[in-house]
């Protein structure tokens, strides 16, 4: 009894398009684009402790009142006693040019003309009491573009060289036509998780480039177990053709990819649920990654193998 996923390979290669497509369009159209973290666009970070006055509800309703564009969260979740406020390379440049047109107002107050003193005094002028105490940041630093670039660059050619390589042990491990499924099975996983982060707009981050990378490294390894299982059912048994011998294979695989999956996504499920928003975020993007690498290597790289396999006979009859 086998599932005869293989009668269904153009299905599920054209669906998987579709989705990633759909992904793309939806988070260009709605959001006009991905959300970039200071990592990658620069910009300001700002560490604060909480108090009465001082609360993620009223940093966020504050910001949004004044037109800012800001990521506010909670640092420790444990205390809740600090929280991260970071703010965009091109929100840096407006809160510049709005210090510098205040700029006798600043200086009158006491205050830098510069974005990071230009904060501290709207939340001390408009969002504290007017006897509260001077506002103290507990960190502040810059990340400036060319690093945030530098950073992105980076964790591009890293995305990159972590394919080549996918691609070359398995083109040494099995047949080029297992590395060419595989190769395209780990870019489909990489390409819609990524469509997931566009529409759930999750900033995309170093962390988050690392949870691309740890996905990676799970789907292939899901393929290479279920490709292993190909090659040792062939042996002998090439009169069954290989679509059967492919279905056969990733049906003896079906219990081990399910337990291993759902075992790896409790693991995590304490993080998303436990931790801070920082890692709810790098959370999601693992446990979607996981349950898309684990359809892929069932239902895309599989496939490919098949499809290529039957181009080759068809040149050679």
């Known amino acids: 009894m086998y599932l005869h996923v293989m009668k269904l390979k153009w299905v599920s290669l ?16 709605q959001f006009n684009g991905f959300a970039l ?61 709005r210090a510098e047109s205040q700029k006798a107002l600043l200086e009158k107050s006491g205050y830098p003309v510069n974005a990071i003193d230009y904060l501290k005094f709207i939340l001390q002028t408009k969002l504290l009491p007017a006897k509260a ?11 400036g573009p060319t690093i945030g670039k530098y950073l992105q660059t980076n964790a591009l050619y ?3 060289s972590a394919l080549v390589l996918i691609t070359i042990y398995v083109a040494f491990r099995f047949r080029f036509n297992f590395a060419i499924g595989a190769l395209i099975a780990s870019v489909h ?54 679509e059967l011998i492919v279905d056969k294979s990733i049906m003896q695989s079906l219990t081990r990819t399910i337990n291993t999956t759902g075992t790896t996504v409790v693991a995590i499920l304490p993080i998303y649920f436990f931790g801070d928003e920082g890692l ?15 359809y892929s290597s069932n239902f895309v790289a599989s496939p490919i193998v098949v499809i290529w396999d039957n181009i ?6």
């Open 158 to 160: 890293l995305v990159i």
């Open 14 to 29: 054209i669906g998987s398009m579709l989705l990633l497509v759909g992904l793309l369009v939806y988070t260009f159209k």
């Open 280 to 294: 709810r975020d790098l959370a999601r993007v693992l446990i979607f990654g996981i349950l898309i690498g684990t």
């Open 133 to 143: 105490d001077k506002l103290d940041f507990k960190s502040a630093e810059q990340v």
């Open 312 to 317: 080759v006979k068809r040149r050679r009859a």
């Open 37 to 97: 973290s200071m990592d990658f666009s620069g910009g300001i970070k700002i560490e604060l402790n909480r108090d009465a006055n001082i609360t993620v509800d009223s940093l966020r309703g504050f910001f949004e009142k004044e037109k800012i564009s800001t990521l506010v969260q909670v640092v420790d979740k444990a205390s809740g006693d600090r929280i991260k406020i970071e703010i965009g390379g091109k929100t840096q440049q407006d809160l510049t040019a």
């Open 189 to 242: 996983d990489l390409i819609i998780t990524v469509g997931v982060i566009g529409v759930l707009q999750i900033p995309l981050s170093i962390p988050v480039a690392a949870a691309l990378l740890t996905i990676l490294g799970y789907s292939i390894n899901d393929t290479i177990v279920i490709f292993d299982r190909i090659r040792e059912n062939a042996k002998g048994q090439e009169e069954l053709g290989i």
